[in-house]
């Protein structure tokens, strides 16, 4: 390959012999590769380095195994495919063989886009009629392509007759170890690759020799241009994490990514912050947000995680100043987005933002928490209520994170911790020293007041954002940013309505002393602070 083919647009044909010669000889500046017989290989290939995985168009065909007994199946793979580029933003074509099974194509891509949450109505993608001949086809592509792509005045080669697919039809693609296809949909039941559950490419495909040490820390899809760059100076990762569903650690992590953003803005040294959502089975961020779309799995499907299709996927939360990634909104398609596909983004998300905060599902074990939340983290708050099941389940939850490895515990050192009280409220029957005791030796860090009402209502419109006007707990979220980033510039807690009691100020400070959050000497507690 020459450098200018090296620099054009990368076209890969899941399609018939001709039509790939058709391309490859036209003319265009673009670069077709290598022609895959299947849909499963195209996966396979991109997942393995052998395709350039910064294509930008894909072209597929209605008839590959027609007449084959993989036809039904390899047109079932066709439309999930189809919906994955089209949807991950790539140019994404289809030669229509067959025009009077037309119908029932394009009836298996929109089925295939409502499996994958994705409305079909919005997905783009252009049918190819093999009816006229080469030049119309070229055409047609040309009338998506440019200027995007520069087309030559003639093409070269013979473009008058027609295309035909005379002994063009594959042989059934080689089995491979794990077959894959488009993202995973989970339609039937049964581990990778079994009949009717498509699955992701692997992770962490062939590299090349040259960079095969560092890119073998990485799936295939990962960017190593930002993964190479430093981290954005200062820059600081938290984990928020429970062991009780229902403490409240999803509005924690909401209100301290928003009182981070605000408090910095009001400082005049603005903090870029962006929320993930790694609850990838019961996430609660968008519902908090009110918006749904789109998530992880959209970057997931993406041929190269780089910043301009990872911040195309992320959900701006208005009113918080924060950036959100999102988490699958089907719990079955959480296994396409495991750890170490987490990992990569969280370390690119450190090179684009200021702060990364991460909130996480209660199952502190399973890998994605274990490994990438508490692992590639800086800070990590343990949020906690004063019931006493949560503070007993808090109890058993740090010993297994803080226990050595060699004990069968994770590891994760106690400096990291900090314990956060929400819905705090006086005379419940649990004492500070109880909740210190069950934190052995962690300190308590934040302290949140009750507010259950204005929660929920602020919950139930998507009005999170109010609350960090709360007279109780704006100021709360407020001193708990400012632990966590004892370094940075954060103003002091304001309220921005115009009717405010003359009490706020105290209150935050009041109910942090009570708790044991401010020293003897009147200093309010770091979250390295004992």
Known sequence: MDATSAAA????????????DLLDGSGVHWNVQERQPSIAAMWDALSGGRLDQRSRVLVFSDALMAGNSNDETELVQTARAVVAMAHAGAHVFVTVWRPDAETGFRGLIDEAARAQDVDPATLGYHLLPMSGSAGEVLDGMRTVLEPEIAFPDSYAGEVDAHLSRDGSVPAPAAPVAAPVEAPAIGLAKGGPGAPGRPSMPPIGGAATPAEAPRASEYPASASLELLDRPKLPGQTTITVTSSKGGSGKSTASILLAGSIARASADAGKPLSVCLIDLDTRD????????????????IRVQPVWDEERIRRNLVHADGLGIDTLLAPIRPRTADTVGPDFYRTIVRSLQRMYDVVIMDTSVQYLEPLIAEVALGEADEILFVTTLASTAVQGMARALREITAPLDESGLGIPREKIGIIVNQSVANVGMERDQVLAAGLGVPVVGVIPLATKDVLTATNLNRMYALLDHPLLGPAY?????????GRELGQWTSTEPAVSSTVGDVSAATAEAHGDIDEAGRKRGLFRR
Do not use: D, W, Y
Request: positive net charge.
């Open 283 to 298: 996430g609660q961020v968008a519902s908090l947000i009110g918006k749904f779309m789109p998530t992880a799995l959209n």
């Open 9 to 20: 647009p990368g076209v890969i044909v899941v399609a018939e012999r001709p039509v790939h």
């Open 478 to 486: 407020n001193e708990l940013g400012r632990a966590c980033l004892p």
